[in-house]
């Protein structure tokens, strides 16, 4: 009677390692699936802008530097590595391409032309995408890094080497609020 007890109970503690560490192994694989998303739209994001800075040049060829500080932001960026760094070097390329468009306010045929409204359009549909992207990544870390911190499941993660993912913050750049002013 007594080993079959330690049997179910021996039973019950496997099934149990197996559920907690499989559910470990799933949220691992869904943050490196989303952190791939973000990936992809910051390639759409990084593809689109040499079309955007040459429809630009086309009609303001003497802002050269505003041109240029966009193309040496889009190249850092792109050689980002982990979220941290992600996020300041993305950063400086939302500025760079926010100076740029604000930049298209000085010429009035560069905003009627049907070129530059289409690169504005998919721009600020890959902005969505991104946004988007980023809040499903900060979900899946928020569910690994709880998950992580449980208990039973902290025991298994340390045993197993799991470790915490960094959230896609916002620089604090981007979380002032804009000014207005009418003059």
């Known amino acids: 009677m007594l080993t079959i007890v330690g049997l179910v109970l021996l039973l019950v503690l496997s099934a149990a390692v197996v559920l907690i560490y499989n559910s470990l192994v799933k949220l691992r694989i869904l943050t490196t699936n989303a952190w791939s998303d973000i990936g992809v739209q910051l390639k759409r994001r990084h593809d689109l802008i040499p079309n955007l800075v040459n429809t630009v040049k086309g009609y303001a060829a003497h802002e050269r530097q505003t041109l240029e500080s966009v193309v040496e932001a889009r190249s850092r960026a792109l050689t980002a590595t982990g979220p941290g760094q992600q996020v300041q070097l993305e950063g400086e390329l939302g500025r760079a391409l926010k100076s740029l468009l604000a930049l298209a306010e000085n010429y009035p045929e560069l905003r009627a032309s049907e070129n530059f409204k289409e690169l504005q359009s998919q721009l600020a549909e890959i902005e969505e995408a991104l946004q988007n992207a980023r809040r499903y990544y900060n ?30 913050e916002v620089e604090e750049a981007e979380r002032a609020v804009p000014k207005v002013q009418f003059e």
């Open 139 to 168: 979900a899946t870390v928020r569910d690994l890094n709880t998950k992580i911190q449980q208990f039973p499941s902290n025991i298994l993660a340390g045993i197993f080497g799991f470790e915490e993912k960094e959230f896609f």
